[in-house]
């Protein structure tokens, strides 16, 4: 016996008086049927220990023989389920069963160490330990719940009972405590207790209106938030018809909550719902059966969700995003979802449609000249007209500033779709009324066709872009139709663009010198940089074919630093070998102003080069003037000047400003336009103007070079004026620089006499 951790005293009395007073008292106590656990011997052993008390046991020493094995078993059943031990009068530990040292993780020693009350986790008050020990003191057996703490630090409950054991003088000598680990099961109650609050909190708290109903649609159950969305005053409608809440629930409801309530689960995203007062919720709900233990349908569960107010802001921001706040048309968003759609429509019904983009004329001039306000009118009216002329017919939208687009639907021809553009330009060519005043409206139109030119949302708007381009650019007021070569010119654009740069680290680019020759042929020939690409794919290109490229800045900006690089390293390697030139000129393009640099550069690139300044002439256009980079033009040019660089004003004569820009601007030098050159030995308004150019040049000391000379007759006339310098293709084409050393070792070419 002593095997369980127990001395033999003690052992003595677990199996003898405990067989009797435990098995009568601890186990019902704590809950156990005695019958249960002890075999019928164990009962009469109770009952005789009752009747005749322990001494009378010991004389029956074959009794307790027989019955050793059994009281043997319920040892070992008290030592693997019982939590067994034994106090002193003070309440310190002697004796504990191995059940109890190992859930407490202890050894006895330890246990012995510890305190009175020194395995409490501190779950309950002192007050309470304290009259469990006032208890046992007094002799009266104590049985309830404690809480001790292992040596890991988990918590261990115990359902026990304590006995308290007295000598014969009546004094208390020791305690025995048997108890139950009820850890789990008081985990399953701390569980069951969370839960059913958590429960309790979501029913009180949910974000949503949910109800339960039985089958006669009474309530079981509900959210706070159904109380809340439905303006309902009661704090609870358990056991409330629904029907009773809301005497306005339409039929149709009722015939679904039947259909519910039969097993179906339907549900809805938005639906308005008409309230006895007159009010209107719009509601999103879902409604589902639930089931019984024994999978009987219990009633229904309805789940509503008040979106009145959601729907009123999405609304809102809908009309924020696909409106344009201005004219209320559609904007580029939503217009090209209703592209998308009308494509899908169309193919569908083997229609066509028609895509046009409107841009007003001029524009920009209203709202300079009488405000942003009369410019926002003018929209306004715009957009009325096209609504009015369109008739329901398509789509119109504002796509930004005062640029339209129009979307012609179910047309099945293509001249029904060009008629309705006609109808739209008519009613937009009336004139606007704006403050007593009427202004005269036109519009550019681009317009192209689906399938026929593309079946891309994407592609029919560039498709009718690039028309609208065409338009703009050969004249406004006009109604261009797209046609395969925009896009093939697009293309070839987009294709030299990407190209460009890659184009200079391959040493793509090159120059072709073209001679301007001085009337007085002791002075040497100067030479014009021409730029060239010879291009992989499409050959050599003069810069006309390719000067889409310089819409780009940065490009632009790259080319004309390598136009530079060239032209100065071939003056270089000119002076290098002792040919005699007057000065390489340079064309620049807006890009090289607009980050005023172009001296700094320039300058640095002379001293890199070796070439002098005087050696260099800079070409501008009245365009480059007005250009991007004019801010920048009148400073940056002063500063060339001061370097000692020729400034000329190229193409002069064509310009409406030239005469101011010479006064303007460090002008060394004006370059007649060659449309002037061309027939003036024929037209005579030309050759006035030729002759004025020259006199003006002359009187102002500027010099003066005559471009497009290509007749002998053009030579003489030049020089009989007093021309300074000419150049044409009566002495040369524009060349690579090993035919232009040739040209500078040949004799002058003097014309011929007639």
């Known amino acids: ?170 004094k208390l000598e020791y305690l025995t405590t048997i108890g139950v680990d009820v850890t789990e099961q008081r985990s399953a109650e701390a569980e069951l207790k969370q839960a059913h609050a958590t429960l309790q909190s979501f029913i009180k708290h949910a974000p949503a209106a949910v109800a339960m109903f039985d089958t006669k649609m009474r309530y079981v159950a509900h959210t706070d938030r159904w109380l809340q969305d439905y303006n309902l005053t009661q704090t609870t409608l358990v056991g409330l018809g629904h029907y009773d809440v809301f005497p306005e629930i339409p039929a149709h409801w009722r015939a679904k909550h039947n259909r519910i309530l039969a097993g179906a689960t339907e549900s809805c995203e938005e639906e308005r719902f008409l309230r006895a007062d007159g009010s209107e919720n719009i509601l999103r709900w879902e409604v589902r059966p639930w089931y019984m233990p024994d999978s009987s349908i219990g009633g229904i569960i309805m789940l509503t969700e008040e979106i009145s107010e959601r729907k009123k802001l999405q609304d809102k921001l809908w009309s924020l995003a696909k409106l344009d706040s201005l004219t209320g048309l559609p904007n580029r968003l939503l217009f090209n979802e209703t592209l998308r759609d009308a494509i899908v429509a169309a193919v569908e019904g083997g229609s066509s449609l028609g895509v046009a983009l409107f841009d007003l004329d001029h ?29 329901g017919a398509g789509t119109i939208a504002r796509l930004g500033g005062d640029e339209f687009a129009v979307l012609i639907l179910g047309q099945g021809s293509d001249d029904a779709i060009y008629e309705t553009v006609a109808d739209i330009k008519t009613a937009l060519s009336e004139p606007i009324n704006l403050a007593g005043t009427l202004r005269a409206c036109s519009a550019s139109i681009g317009v192209t066709v689906f399938p026929r030119d593309a079946t891309d949302p994407r592609d029919l708007l560039k498709n009718a872009d690039l028309a609208l381009y065409r338009a703009k650019s050969f004249g406004r007021g006009r109604t261009d139709l797209f ?74 900006v790259a080319i004309g630093d390598r136009v530079m690089d060239l032209a100065l390293a071939q003056a270089s390697a000119w002076q290098a070998e002792g040919l005699a030139f007057g000065r390489v000129a340079i064309n620049v393009t807006s890009a090289d102003f607009a980050f005023a640099s172009l001296s700094e550069r320039l300058q640095a690139k002379l001293d890199r080069y070796g070439v002098l300044p005087d050696k260099v002439c800079i070409e501008v256009t009245e365009r480059v003037i007005l250009g991007g980079g004019s801010v920048h033009v009148g400073d940056t040019l002063l500063k060339l000047d001061e370097l000692g660089v020729e400034i000329a004003l190229d193409d002069f004569g064509t310009g409406y400003a030239s005469l101011s820009h010479i006064k303007a601007f460090p002008i060394g030098r004006l370059k007649i336009d060659r449309s002037f050159v061309a027939d003036m030995q024929d037209n005579t308004d030309n050759l006035s103007i030729v002759q004025a150019i020259v006199q ?23 020089r009989s004026m007093g021309c300074g310098s000419l150049q044409g293709y009566y002495f040369s084409k524009p060349q690579p620089a090993e035919a232009i050393r040739r040209f500078l070792k040949a004799k002058p070419r003097r014309p011929r006499v007639a």
């Open 363 to 391: 524009f920009k001039e209203i709202n300079d000249t009488l405000g942003h306000d009369a410019g926002d009118e003018v929209l306004k009216i715009i957009a009325q007209r096209l609504q009015n002329a369109l008739g």
């Open 483 to 556: 046609s395969p070569d925009l896009r093939a010119a697009i293309d070839r654009k987009v294709e030299l663009q990407e190209s460009a740069l890659g184009a200079i680290q391959r040493d793509e680019f090159l120059l072709h010198f073209q001679p301007i020759v001085p009337s007085d042929p002791a002075l040497p020939p100067s030479f014009e940089a021409l730029l060239r690409w010879r291009h992989p794919v499409h050959g050599l290109l003069a810069p006309g074919k390719f000067e889409e490229i310089f819409e780009d800045p940065s490009v632009a």
């Open 1 to 170: 016996m002593a095997s369980y951790g127990l001395a033999p005293d003690t052992v003595l009395i677990l199996s003898l008086a405990g067989l009797a007073a435990v098995n009568l008292a601890v186990f019902l106590a704590l809950g156990f049927s005695t019958s249960a656990v002890l075999p019928s011997a164990t009962a009469a052993l109770a009952v005789l220990l009752a009747t005749q008390g322990v001494e009378a046991l010991r004389g029956e020493r074959a009794a307790v023989e027989d019955w050793r094995g059994q009281a043997q078993s319920y040892l070992r059943m008290l030592n693997d389920y019982f939590l067994v031990s034994k106090a002193d009068a003070e309440g310190r530990f002697c004796e504990a069963n191995e059940n109890l040292l190992r859930r407490t993780g202890y050894s006895l020693e330890e246990l012995a160490s510890q305190p009175l009350g020194g395995l409490s986790a501190g779950v309950y008050s002192p007050e309470y330990l304290s009259a469990m020990w006032s208890t046992v003191q007094s002799g009266q057996t104590w049985s309830g719940e404690f809480c001790d703490r292992a040596k890991d630090g988990s918590l261990i409950w115990v359902r026990a009972i304590v006995i308290p054991w007295k000598n014969s003088s009546g």
């Open 696 to 718: 003006l040049a002359r009187s102002l000391g500027l010099g003066v070079t005559a471009e497009g000379v290509e007749e002998e007759t053009q030579v003489a006339l030049l």
